[in-house]
Each structure stands twice: as C-alpha cells, then as structure tokens.
T-cell receptor, first 112, second 117 residues
Framework: GDSVTQMEGPVTLSEEAFLTINCTYT??????LFWYVQYPGEGLQLLLK?????DKGSNKGFEATYRKETTSFHLEKGSVQVSDSAVYFCALTHNQGGKLIFGQGTELSVKP | GAVVSQHPSWVICKSGTSVKIECRSLDFQATTMFWYRQFPKQSLMLMAT?????????EQGVEKDKFLINHASLTLSTLTVTSAHPEDSSFYIC?????????????FGNGTRLTVT
C-alpha cells in the first residue's frame, strides 16, 4: 500500500541555519503531496502542497518540489527561526475519498 | 480561511465513562470528515471516515462499537469514546474536506487531549 517515510528527528538547528527534512513516498499513480506543521498542543496546519510532478509548493519561506523520478518531496528553508520549532508531517492523498497518509513526523527545534 | 472547531480541547474522564468530542466546520460545509488518533511523538493514524447522512467507514483494527461516529449535518461530526479505558488516552484530531476531490487539502481542528484515569 501507499506509504510516506520521513527522516527521523529530532532535528536541532541554530537560528538562520539551512533546513532540509527528507520525505520519500511509495504510491501508485500520481498522488498529491503535502507538508503539514503541528505546533505544540495544536492540530495540524497545511504548510504547502504540490499536485503534480515538478510542482514546487512554497509558503512562509518553506519550499518543496514534487520529484516523481525520486519519489521525494523534501522540505527546505534557507534560514530557520525559533518560531519554526514544531513537528512537520509529510503526507499524500489520492482521489479516493481523500484519505491522507502521513509520515511519522519530524520534530524541529531551533535554538537562538 | 476555512476553520474547523474541535471541542473540547482537553478532557479528563474516569475509566468506564463515555466522552463525546465534537468537530464543526465553521464557515463551510463538509460532507466528509476524518478522525485521527495521535500517540505521543508519533504520526496520525486515521481511525475512520465520517460521511454526512451515512455510516462511518472505519479503518482496519478500529473498534466501531467503541468509537462511535455520527455525522448528522454538513457542519458537525461527533466521536464518542464509549466505556473509556486508560489505553484510550490520546490526542484525537478531526479534519474536514472543503470540496470534493482528492486534491483538496484538509482543514484540521486543534485536537482534543483525552486522559482516562
């Protein structure tokens, strides 16, 4: 079945460092791909998405490119801030009722 | 933007009692809502898909008699944890789909922290 694999956390960075969180997926066809962010004690918020190969999703300085050839959707940010500390989830969905399949989440901690 | 309200945000109950969690779409209609469960430092596991006016579709391994889901209107779905036990303690999150189609993003509630003593 479909699955999403993320790099294990926690990831600890200093403020203004470059961030990469790896995400790869296994799926049939052409799923849509998402990154969600969860701040402590809260639900999930959509960070960015991409619906077809080579699409680049971007929001709040974060970017991710849908790479069909490598089945990847890595999240990047050029300069992280303390306020970016959260858990980040990579996810996919097909046109089949809209169920989201999540990766295991990667905790990011940014130190001042 | 679309808002999903989940209530209560936290609840403590005694073992053997039942707890109801509400999920409301505040400014849009949602024919489909999803209920997830999240264990500490783990991913979200889909429990069931709630469809307005029909029975919920449960994922494999989820006890439908224990986790009762009702989706009586286009803006409200409820999850009732019946005869709760300490192992049911978890973070429950609902989400709602604003439009049909798999490419539409889901809008999530802020979750409900359930603690069963």
């Amino acid at each position: 079945g479909d699955s999403v694999t993320q790099m294990e956390g926690p990831v600890t960075l200093s403020e203004e460092a470059f961030l990469t969180i790896n995400c790869t997926y296994t799926a049939t066809g052409y799923p849509s791909l998402f990154w969600y962010v969860q701040y402590p004690g809260e639900g999930l918020q959509l960070l960015l998405k991409a619906t077809k190969a080579d699409d680049k999703g971007s929001n709040k300085g974060f970017e991710a490119t849908y790479r069909k050839e490598t089945t990847s959707f890595h999240l990047e940010k050029g300069s992280v801030q303390v306020s970016d500390s959260a858990v980040y989830f990579c996810a996919l969905t097909h046109n089949q009722g809209g169920k989201l399949i999540f990766g295991q989440g990667t905790e990011l901690s940014v130190k001042p | 933007g679309a808002v999903v309200s989940q209530h209560p945000s936290w609840v403590i109950c005694k073992s053997g009692t039942s707890v109801k969690i509400e999920c409301r779409s505040l400014d849009f209609q949602a024919t489909t809502m999803f209920w997830y469960r999240q264990f500490p430092k783990q991913s979200l596991m889909l429990m069931a898909t709630s469809n307005e006016g029909s029975k919920a579709t449960y994922e494999q391994g989820v006890e439908k008699d224990k986790f009762l889901i009702n989706h009586a209107s286009l803006t409200l779905s409820t999850l009732t944890v019946t005869s709760a036990h300490p192992e049911d303690s978890s973070f429950y999150i609902c989400s709602a789909r604003e439009t049909t189609g798999g490419n539409s993003p889901l809008h999530f509630g802020n979750g409900t922290r359930l603690t069963v003593t």
